[in-house]
């Protein structure tokens, strides 16, 4: 997940043999207490509505290079010209999820509602801050448009609230030029991984290239790995159904290994350096060698060529790897990079309505793949619409889709897990870290809120297996 604008991520030509299967960016930082909220853009973004239309709203958070205009150019400006009666007003703002969050706890908030993922959902639907969608997906087909699984993410007490985007999964990204230089294989397993980890900082190397300086919830991509991929899918599946507790020795067993891996300095040389290394430090020290290894998300594939292995960084190649897992198999963990809902306080919900018509059109997610190198949500896409993207960031799909045709997947934090226990995630495990609580204590802690939300039926929909 992800504090970037959402609307980058990955490129891919070959989701399709994902989309095809029927089964199944992110966590927010901390909520922040209710303070009043100006509306007023950050910039300038587009002309004022003109005035035979219908003005709707929405909050992003403009980027540091031109995904977020790229993204608008592709899709907001389009939508504009071809509506007769709707027009679609994108207000920038420096921290778009929280203002949104902020103002829906005042009764106000844009039209068009952007979480950072469907746990969140949860909490806006129990404030009666979203509206239900159930009549405008039969109105305007969306069913037909999404795939099997993907509507059922954003249910809640059996009605829709919200619209997946950006279908994403996280993968091992390595230095490969590092890697033959020093005659280092890339690893397929969790025991292969934890050797190498120590030649590399034997050799004065930072195996890992990974922060949270920028992004608290970044704590979670480790968790949810370690989660999926020591102790298996399956008992992950089972605890998330209320079926095994999250104190099973299995998960014990991945949080103390991640806790070894920060305890041994492996994420950035220190755990000092983790809590204080900005995004672009910790991206570029692993395009120049310093760091061998990222275990991140799709979402780091749009700048990984043109950033952090770039001429300036040194020129080295990348390349990537299933995070290795316990027993070898390559394991996908699935993810839902952010969800769209409309505003149960927006006084245009037909016009929301279609818009968001438009924008999940096979068509305009084809375009924002290919212009912008967006992560499509999970809607039937044109294979041979998609052209001119990166081979190895095309192949990350194709194996996706077969990974998850076996059962080989796996279920982000951010997508699966109820809101509550979603933050006791990211936020806990640095007690963990801190040597203040044990990973048993973390996990006991973990289970008692988990089964609290269970009991109350505040789980996403956790499609079966």
């Not at 853009?41 to 929405?58: G, L, N, R, Y």
């Not at 979402?299 to 390349?319: K, L």
């Amino acid at each position: 997940m992800k504090n970037r604008f959402w609307f980058n991520l990955c490129s891919l030509v070959v989701v399709l043999s994902l989309l095809a299967t029927a089964c199944a960016r992110q966590a927010t930082e901390e909520a922040k207490p209710v303070v009043e909220v100006t509306e007023a853009p950050v910039e300038a973004t587009q002309p004022p509505a003109p005035a035979e239309k219908v003005s709707i709203s929405f909050y992003f958070t403009p980027d540091e290079g031109s995904s977020s205009s790229c993204w608008m150019d592709n899709a907001i400006v389009p939508f504009n010209e071809q509506s007769e009666t709707v027009f679609v007003d994108g207000v920038a703002q420096m921290n778009s999820w929280e203002t949104t969050r902020t103002a829906l706890a005042g009764g106000a908030g844009p039209d068009v509602v952007m979480t950072p993922g469907p746990s969140f959902v949860y909490e806006l639907v129990q404030a009666g801050q979203l509206l239900a969608l159930d009549q405008f997906a039969e109105t305007y087909g969306w069913k037909d448009t999404f795939v099997d699984w993907a509507l059922s993410l954003g249910e809640v007490e059996g009605k829709l609230y919200s619209l997946p985007a950006e279908l994403e999964t996280l993968v091992l990204y390595y230095n490969k030029t590092l890697f033959e230089k020093n005659g280092w294989q890339p690893p397929k397993t969790i025991d292969e991984l934890w050797a190498l980890a120590e030649k590399m900082q034997a050799a004065g190397v930072i195996p890992f290239a990974h922060s949270n300086a920028d992004w608290r919830p970044a704590n979670e991509w480790h968790v949810g790995e370690f989660l999926n991929h020591v102790a298996g899918p399956e008992k992950v599946y089972e605890a998330l159904t209320g079926k095994r507790p999250w104190t099973d020795p299995d998960f014990v067993k991945a949080i103390e290994l991640l806790n070894e891996a920060q305890q041994k300095g492996w994420f950035m040389g220190s755990l000092e350096m983790y809590y204080t290394s900005p995004w672009d430090d910790w991206h570029n020290a692993l395009g120049k060698g310093e760091a061998a290894m990222n275990i991140e998300g799709t979402w780091s594939a749009s700048d990984i060529n043109e950033v952090y292995f770039s001429e300036e960084n040194g020129g080295n190649e990348w390349d990537w790897i299933p995070v290795p897992s316990t027993s070898g198999k390559a394991i996908f963990d699935i993810g839902i990079g952010s969800t769209w809902s409309i505003n149960a306080a927006s006084k245009h919900p037909e016009a929301v309505a279609e818009f968001f018509t438009y924008l999940f059109s096979p068509e305009v997610q084809t375009r924002l793949l290919v212009e912008c190198g967006t992560a499509p949500a999970p809607v039937h896409l044109d294979a041979e619409a998609m052209v001119g993207v990166d081979a190895r960031i095309a192949r990350i799909f194709e194996e996706f889709g077969k990974a998850s045709d076996a059962g080989d997947y796996g279920y982000t934090t951010w997508t699966f897990w109820p809101p509550k226990s979603d933050v006791y995630i990211y936020e806990e495990i640095e007690k963990v870290w801190a040597n203040e609580i044990t990973p048993l204590e973390y996990l006991e802690g973990l289970d008692k809120l988990f089964q609290e939300e269970f009991k109350a039926g505040e789980i996403p929909p956790i499609p079966k297996r």
